[in-house]
């Protein structure tokens, strides 16, 4: 061979590798649709639709962890294109994925209650960031069956957006054990089920048990969004937010709805649950915040739309059919339009008797929807179901029993909010909420914060004239000391933290240190040198208190000084504590109630500094400026009027909450 006939052949075999190469690509590229193949003559694309479920698990422990292991495992099983998402921040989910490959993912980047319950719309939301064909919301405890991935196939082919609605099965124990890697059933002898007696099998032992938190959603991920309206801050659970993403894309017209119960094989175990009044549950929680928004959207909440006359998938024969209930239409596209109008052919034109049969199949399981949500949430929304301080409390609080507490009026929310951020960027969770109004307490819930209200909190606290010295202000404050009691006679100590005290640090362990009978407080004193612990400088917006006899005793006094004085809580603070004039001070930074026996501490002003001392705010740079004296905490106070105080707080940087989007800024977002 002359060398240039061996370039030739060279050229040649390399072009064709290349070929080879970009045939074998085009293939392993599902996601470029191939333009010779029609999606209206329902060819079935060669390695089908790429598919993310998104669930929401609770912890992988005990009986609803294995549940939710298997549920999981099944999925991941059945295509290798099959990715699935887990919204959680718990750390079993963590340890659960990280035996599996990259195609289960724990994501942590939504809005979660303190219970750990994420917001629906958030993870809505987060879902369109991740690239696929066809995205997918399961129960976590829903065991799917291979039909799943056949019915996504032959639906990724629909010329039309859609979405589809799959109520599972309920059944009382798995005759079968998955196998290890998630594709197929093992009998007790370990071998394998052949699937149509799997599903035989399994469908009779089951039975339909259409619960709105249960059913599966699956839409084209790409194409017109489901529905015209803003989703509300749902709570992901009971499903509340099913029914309402169901009416809306009925109501909305965008896309094809249809239910694919039929089609799609699900199933989950039946367990006895106990029907407890623990409040303290993620369940009660989603009760009390869906039904907050039941109540603060009202009958708005739903659009009007009759589920039970929603199209059906079925596949008659081995081909997939639409059947509508209301025309008695049958058809193999489900309709051309946007509107889903089905293409209307005679039941007598195409295979009669075996579509027929089919479809008195569709027809006899007919009624088991029993979309009750609606009235659920509309009898809920009427009742007023607050959390009991109580077990707020025993679920937050940290080993120590000890609480962080700050109390807000509506006026400050957005100023609490960024305190909230803040606690959640220093991962503190022991944190609590005193709504002094019924817009903070509704508002709060609606953020999936744990808060209380405080019934005797006064009503009229005023918008912008609620701060240092108005009567508005005597009265919140006394408010504060008489909650403290409260929670110290509860077992638990407390941290007290105004809204507008921005925290660089946690400063609970030092704080801590001082042990019981002490009462560590922020001294307002301004002036650089001399004694910190002179009359009136007890800053009460900032304290820390043991639960021990000695504090409560104290504490009451000055509780019910506060209650006679016509002057705010600070003086009675000092006045009970410290003496009138400062008469139980020892030494300059400290004082002696000597009824109570109770040490008041005057905090270090480089650690804890008030809004007077050494002009820090307005420094250049306030944080700079704090993390040179070693700052844990600075108070936004010694500043007159609510606005000025904001805008102090926002020009500084010290600020933690995007008003606009409603949520922490990214920063202070907790990441997986
Ligand atoms: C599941 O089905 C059983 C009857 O087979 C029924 O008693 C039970 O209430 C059902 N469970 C649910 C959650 O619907
Ligand atoms: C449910 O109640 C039974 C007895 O009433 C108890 O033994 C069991 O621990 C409870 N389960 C849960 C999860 O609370
Ligand atoms: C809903 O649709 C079903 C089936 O078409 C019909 O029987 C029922 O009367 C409708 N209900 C309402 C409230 O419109
Ligand atoms: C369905 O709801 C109706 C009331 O709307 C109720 O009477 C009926 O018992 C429910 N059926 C089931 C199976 O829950
Ligand atoms: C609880 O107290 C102990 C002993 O004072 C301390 O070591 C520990 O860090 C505290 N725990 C928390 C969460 O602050
Ligand atoms: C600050 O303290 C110093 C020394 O204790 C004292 O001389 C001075 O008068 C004080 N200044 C004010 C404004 O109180
Ligand atoms: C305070 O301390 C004194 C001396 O240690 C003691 O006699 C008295 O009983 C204590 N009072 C209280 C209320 O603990």
Redesign the pocket.
């Known amino acids: 061979m002359k060398p240039s006939q061996m370039g030739l052949c060279s050229i040649w075999l390399s072009g064709l590798m290349l070929i080879a190469l970009s045939l074998y690509a085009t293939q392993k590229l599902p996601s470029i649709k191939q333009p010779l193949l029609s999606r209206r003559g329902h060819l079935r694309h060669p390695v089908g639709p790429r598919i993310t479920i998104f669930t929401a698990p609770g912890p992988f422990s005990g009986s609803a962890g294995d549940r939710q292991r298997v549920a999981i495992r099944s999925w991941l099983g059945l295509s290798p294109r099959i990715t699935v998402v887990m919204f959680s921040q718990d750390a079993s989910a963590v340890s659960f994925a990280s035996s599996f490959d990259s195609r289960l993912i724990v994501d942590a980047d939504v809005d979660f209650t303190f219970l750990g319950t994420p917001f629906f719309h958030s993870m809505m939301a987060r879902s369109r960031s991740f690239g696929s064909d066809i995205s997918v919301f399961v129960n976590p405890e829903t065991i799917l069956l291979p039909d799943f991935t056949s019915s996504m196939s032959f639906l990724h082919e629909l010329d039309q957006d859609w979405l589809l609605v799959a109520s599972p099965r ?3 124990y798995l005759p079968f054990r998955l196998s290890d890697d998630g594709t197929h059933w093992l009998k007790e002898s370990d071998k394998r089920v052949k699937m149509k007696e799997l599903q035989e099998i399994l469908s009779r032992k ?2 339909w ?3 709105d938190g ?1 059913l599966i959603t699956a839409w084209n991920s790409r194409g017109s969004p489901l529905h015209t309206g803003t989703l509300p801050p749902f709570l992901y659970g009971k499903g509340t937010h099913n029914h309402w993403v169901i009416s809306e894309a009925l109501s909305s017209h965008l896309r094809f709805v249809f239910d694919a119960s039929w089609t799609i094989s699900s199933y ?1 175990l ?2 006895p ?1 106990n029907q407890s009044n623990d409040l303290s549950g993620r369940e009660s929680w989603e009760y009390v915040g869906n039904s907050h928004l039941g109540a603060l959207y009202g009958s708005s909440l739903f659009r009007e739309a009759n589920f039970s006359s929603l199209v059906r998938l079925m596949k008659c024969s081995g081909r997939y059919l639409f059947f509508d209930p209301v025309s008695y239409a049958v058809s193999r596209s489900g309709g051309r339009n946007k509107v889903g109008l089905l293409e209307k052919k005679i039941l007598h034109s195409w295979r009669k008797k075996k579509v027929s049969a089919c479809v008195e199949t569709i027809k006899s399981s007919e009624g088991m929807w029993n979309w009750s949500s609606k009235n659920q949430l509309k009898a809920s929304a009427k009742l007023d179901f607050p959390f009991l301080l109580e077990s707020l409390l025993s679920g937050i609080a940290d080993e120590n029993k000890t609480i962080v507490l700050t109390v807000a009026g509506y006026s400050y929310k957005d100023m609490m909010m960024s305190w909230v951020c803040r606690m959640r960027h220093l991962k503190i969770t022991n944190f609590i909420i005193c709504a002094l109004d019924r817009e903070t307490y509704d508002f709060a819930i609606l953020q999936g914060l744990p808060v209380f209200r405080d019934s005797s909190a006064p009503r009229d606290i005023s918008f912008d004239n609620c701060h240092f010295g108005s009567k508005c202000f005597q009265r919140v404050t006394k408010a504060k000391s008489r909650i403290v009691l409260k929670i110290l006679k509860l077992g638990y100590n407390v941290l007290l933290s105004d809204v507008d005290v921005y925290w660089f640090k946690n400063p609970v362990p030092l704080l801590s240190s001082f042990g019981p009978s002490v009462l560590a407080a922020q001294s307002d004193e301004y002036n650089k040198t001399g004694p910190i612990n002179m009359p009136r400088r007890l800053n009460s917006g900032f304290y820390f208190v043991f639960s021990d006899g000695s504090t409560v005793a104290a504490m009451e006094k000055v509780v019910k000084h506060a209650a006679t004085s016509g002057l705010s809580e600070q003086p009675s603070f000092y006045d009970m504590l410290c003496g009138e004039g400062g008469s139980n001070r020892v030494g300059d930074n400290m004082c002696k109630e000597p009824e109570t026996n109770l040490t008041i501490y005057f905090l270090d002003r480089d650690l804890f500094p008030n809004g007077a001392y050494e002009g820090l705010w307005e420094k250049r740079n306030v944080r700079e400026a704090c993390s040179k004296m070693g700052c844990l905490v600075i108070h936004n106070n010694w500043i007159s009027g609510r606005r000025k105080k904001l805008e102090r707080q926002v020009l500084s940087g010290l600020w933690e909450y995007d008003i606009s989007t409603r949520m922490c800024k990214q920063s202070s977002k907790i990441s997986c």
Do not use: A, R, V
Request: neutral net charge; hydrophobic residues 15%; glycine residues 0%.
């Open positions: 309920n059944i009382s089951s039975q048990s259409p619960s249960k989950f039946d367990y649950t």
